[in-house]
């Protein structure tokens, strides 16, 4: 923050009180684009109020104040007052080495007419009855659950979110730290410009070795990268130890590991250097090591594997400008482990938070259970029978999942309405598109879905709805996602008829081709028709958004 030319500077206090003002209006605009209200923060140390929420009440402070700093030590978000059919929520996280707890009220009551116990919901808010009556009656409505669930989702999002901030500070730090000398600065270099997502840590790792032999004065070098994946099945970590080499290397992978593990490399987590005063005594285990640098592929306290260079080229002993650039070159391989283990942390982030919207949609109506699901394969079976490519079936598949999300937002009374809807109703469950768009578009993660979501109700003749789209106007993948959507509705049983016959349903399909949906699907629809009625048979309760895993 800069002063005006002789003004005196501002007191380090006011800067960073100004610098968590900041932070506190980040955090809440994130909080906002998840829950649609503003919160109120609280010191988790102290229990003061930091920032009041501008357009929600913040509660009754004598109530909530003692209770914030116990909040704050248990770190997870809970409900901390429910009454009068509202409750008040709060999500303890981490800010600048200390605790803040953000709440907010919530409505829990079934009633949208008014509230049965006004005074206890004006104490529970720390306002008067009349206010308290009008914020009831402007809020929408919510389940501890849901909110319990999606506090959580929330703050795993910051806190990946604040370790990619992180991550990208400690490259920063490692680009300022490089050697002056042009071989290593060109070796350095070479490896951060190949610091993509993209790449695998075995291919930059392969490169690194290359390199470093050109530039060490080494016989030989070796990674050992360590076993990454979780127990999570649908992660894409690594399962079992991966040893690379270049030159010569004069131990296998199973010695590596030994090596490590007779070094206690393990618990040390540090670089190794050993010449040959260790290496020649009796009791050192591998004789065919004279000289040797281990150095961890480390990211924070997380280990990834070892990069080890052996035997220097001239039987002297490595000195620290070897061992540092060692050192430099295990850092930046180490950081990009860690970004890939963080991608592969977001996407299991993404599949948790589609998981939580499916589920949702689904408890929403019972009677379609399932649904989102075969709409999400039969849009994939479609699209590949029309030649589209991976990245495209992975996010038809998606797409399915989430299409119907905006039904969240209708009203039970219409969406499970037993007989024919009226024309108010019908109008009413037609906002579901764009109430699903609205719901996702603050997802950055899954932003190429938000066409599908939106158009997959349009229709070729025009008539459909929201916008009216024609023919190729709406998006290819929103027209496979529409033909998908009919067969799946059409072919099973709801409250108000049974599934139609396939006779009936293909019928409905022909005559509607050029008319209500896309030709060239319904080509593919009839082509792909007994992979399709497989579909409709089976029911599956995982979600894996690498077709591949699961395409025959």
């Avoid at 803040?100 to 919530?106: E, K, L, R, S």
């Avoid at 490590?260 to 591998?286: C, D, M, Y």
């Avoid at 080890?308 to 650039?325: D, R």
Wanted: charged share 25%; net charge negative; aromatic share 6%.
């Amino acid at each position: 923050m800069s002063t005006l030319p002789g003004a005196p500077a501002l007191p380090t206090k006011t800067l960073e009180r100004h610098a968590n003002l900041h932070r506190l209006e980040l955090v809440n605009r994130e909080l906002q684009n998840w829950f649609g209200v503003d919160f109120t923060f609280w010191d988790g140390e102290t229990g003061e109020m930091m920032r009041a929420a501008e357009m929600q009440p913040p509660g009754d402070d004598n109530y909530l104040s003692p209770m914030i700093r116990t909040i704050a030590a248990k770190k997870k978000p809970e409900i901390v007052a429910e009454q009068a059919g509202a409750c008040i929520l709060a999500m303890p996280m981490a800010m600048d080495g200390g605790l803040i707890v953000a709440t907010c009220p919530f409505v829990t009551g079934e009633s949208y007419d008014c509230c049965e116990d006004e005074e206890g919901l004006a104490r529970l808010l720390g306002t008067t009855s009349d206010r308290a009556t009008s914020w009831w009656r402007e809020q929408n409505r919510w389940t501890t659950q849901s909110l319990e669930r999606m506090a959580r989702l929330q703050l795993s999002k910051l806190n990946v979110d604040d370790e990619a901030r992180r991550l990208s500070n400690e490259i920063d730090k490692i680009s300022d730290s490089l050697s002056s000398t042009y071989e290593e600065i060109s070796l350095l270099y070479g490896l951060t410009q190949n610091l993509r997502i993209s790449s695998s840590d075995e291919q930059l790792g392969d490169l690194a070795l290359n390199w470093l032999l050109e530039v060490l004065p080494c016989e030989g070098l070796a990674i050992q990268f360590l076993p990454t994946d979780g127990d999570n099945v649908s992660s894409k970590g690594r399962r079992e130890t991966k040893t690379l080499s270049v030159g010569v290397c004069p131990l296998e992978s199973e010695q590596l590991s030994q090596l490590v593990s007779h070094l206690n490399l393990g618990e040390k987590g540090a670089p190794f250097v050993a010449n040959q005063r260790i290496t020649a005594r009796e009791e050192w285990p591998f004789p065919k090591v004279r000289q040797l640098i281990v150095v961890p592929l480390a990211e924070g306290d997380n280990i990834f594997g070892w990069i080890m260079a052996f035997n220097h080229c001239e039987n002297k002993g490595f000195g620290t400008v070897e061992a540092s650039l060692l050192s430099s070159v295990g850092a930046i391989l180490g950081i990009h482990s860690g970004n890939i283990e963080l991608y592969r942390q977001q996407s299991e982030f993404v599949t948790s938070v589609v998981q939580a919207l499916t589920s949702a949609i689904d408890a929403k109506d019972p009677y379609t259970c399932g649904h989102s699901d075969r709409v999400a394969r039969l849009s994939v079976c479609l699209a590949r029978q029309m030649g589209q490519d991976t990245d495209s079936l992975n996010l038809l598949y998606m797409a399915g999942l989430l299409h119907d999300v905006g039904k969240i937002g209708i009203d039970d009374s219409v969406l499970r309405k037993p007989g024919r809807l009226t024309d108010a109703e019908y109008e009413h469950i037609k906002l579901h598109p764009e109430l699903g768009f609205n719901i996702l578009k603050g997802l950055k993660q899954i932003e190429k879905v938000l066409p599908v979501v939106l158009h997959h109700h349009e229709q070729w003749d025009g008539k459909g709805y929201p916008h009216g789209l024609k023919a190729t106007d709406t998006p290819l993948l929103a027209r496979i996602t529409a033909v998908a959507d009919a067969y799946d509705a059409m072919s099973s049983d709801r409250p108000y008829r049974k599934g139609m016959p396939e006779e009936k349903v293909d019928a409905i399909f022909r005559e509607g081709a050029g008319q209500q949906w896309d030709p060239a699907v319904i080509n593919a629809f009839f082509a792909a028709r007994d992979e399709l009625r497989d579909i409709l048979g089976e029911e599956r309760a995982d979600i894996r958004f690498d077709v591949r895993d699961w395409l025959k």
